[in-house]
């Protein structure tokens, strides 16, 4: 018999400063997804994102690809201000004009004048690592992180023979929860709730033989669906620290569950699909639709539960051994990377 486990303290979903310390131990040393390739075609593309308050930047040079900190040297002012776009030769701060080459250095700070002292080679943008895996683009800012590669190695062991390089872009959603975002990740990692709170995916799939494996820093998920239209068959894995990877036969889905504050997470949902179905307008809204449903459902949840636990009420409580094994999981490489 399983030894009873208990959860985190629910402390650590309203705390300030516990939060500051996820900013910096769990976001500031891991891999986080930013693109698929196809979005950083063409030298002077660039993709941006803010997660967990970090702003950051990837963009193609004709070496490949390069990453920093969307935070110029001069006074913190942003370099790229879109989602996505082209830069062009340089990056421009938008702020007072200091261009930076595309490999970081800073090439001119315009209109600066003369200052004794002033090296501008000093000044190259900060720069965090990129690696891709089967197309998609993350970065890490800690320089002795382990390979991307060996993080993604159970996926990509069930991944087999899939080819990814055909996908393109198509759509991009995102849902504002108020809630801390532990409290979303550890909802995505159980299907315990699935008969109460998703009614129609009950319907879908047998939540009774929902199972949820982990592997590494990758967690897998497998429910069977009762009828076989494949809406719900196909591949769910979560790598830490945030992201969903929802594989289908017509494509995937990447979800980032992206802390904007203490009590505010984003759910960034990117929409992978093959050339064929990115064009037919009808199969992408179903896609879409599927998951906004599932979506409101664990948003109500959620922010239900953030409610409960800023009451003060409830201080810790425990994980089903048969259901919430991946919630003991993610709860422990929280703690783990917030020792080290
Ligand atoms: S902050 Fe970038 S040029 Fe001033
Ligand atoms: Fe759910």
């Keep these: ?58 963009v193609r040079t004709k070496d490949g690809l390069k990453a920093f900190h969307n935070v110029c040297r001069h006074r913190a002012g942003p370099l790229f201000d879109e989602a ?26 315009r209109d600066f004048g003369a200052a004794a002292g002033f090296d501008p080679r000093q000044f190259s943008l900060f720069d965090v690592r990129v690696e891709t895996w089967r197309g998609f683009v993350f970065v890490n800012a800690d320089k002795d992180a382990p390979a991307l590669a060996a993080l993604l190695a159970p996926l990509d062991a069930r991944m087999g023979g899939r080819d990814l390089d055909r996908l393109v872009h198509s759509d991009r959603r995102t ?4 809630c801390n975002w532990k409290l979303y990740v550890e909802n995505y990692l159980e299907g315990y709730h699935i008969p109460l709170v998703h009614p ?21 998920h497998h429910a069977p669906p009762r009828a076989t ?3 719900y068959d196909g591949l769910w894995a979560f790598v830490q620290p945030h992201l969903g990877v929802n594989v289908y036969g017509h494509g995937l889905m990447m979800e980032r569950m992206v802390p904007l504050g203490l009590g505010a997470t984003r759910l960034v949902y990117d929409y992978y699909l093959t050339p064929e179905i990115a064009g037919d307008p009808v199969a992408r809204h179903r896609i879409i639709a599927t998951s906004a449903v599932v979506t409101a459902e664990d948003k109500w949840i959620c922010e239900r539960v953030q409610t409960n636990i800023e009451a003060g009420i409830y201080e810790a409580g425990v994980l089903s051994p048969r259901h919430e094994a991946g919630v003991a999981w993610f709860q422990r490489l929280v703690a783990e990377a917030l020792n080290k």
């Excluded at 849902?175 to 108020?178: G, K, L, R």
């Design 84 to 109: 996505r776009g082209n830069c062009g030769a340089v990056l421009t701060c938008k702020y007072h004009g200091w261009a930076y080459a595309l490999d970081g250095r800073l090439k001119s700070a």
């Design 1 to 58: 018999m399983a030894q009873l486990q208990v959860t985190a303290a629910a402390s650590s979903y309203r705390d300030a400063s516990r939060y500051e310390n996820e900013r910096k131990g769990v976001f500031g040393r891991s891999w986080l997804f930013m693109a698929h390739v196809s979005e950083l075609a063409h030298e002077g593309d660039v993709v941006t994102a803010t997660i967990a308050g970090f702003p950051l930047l990837v």
């Design 175 to 178: 849902h504002d929860i108020a």
């Design 200 to 220: 129609a995916l009950n319907a879908e799939v047998d939540a009774s033989k929902y199972a949820v494996t982990v592997e590494g820093g990758v967690c897998f």
């Design 229 to 231: 239209d494949g809406v």
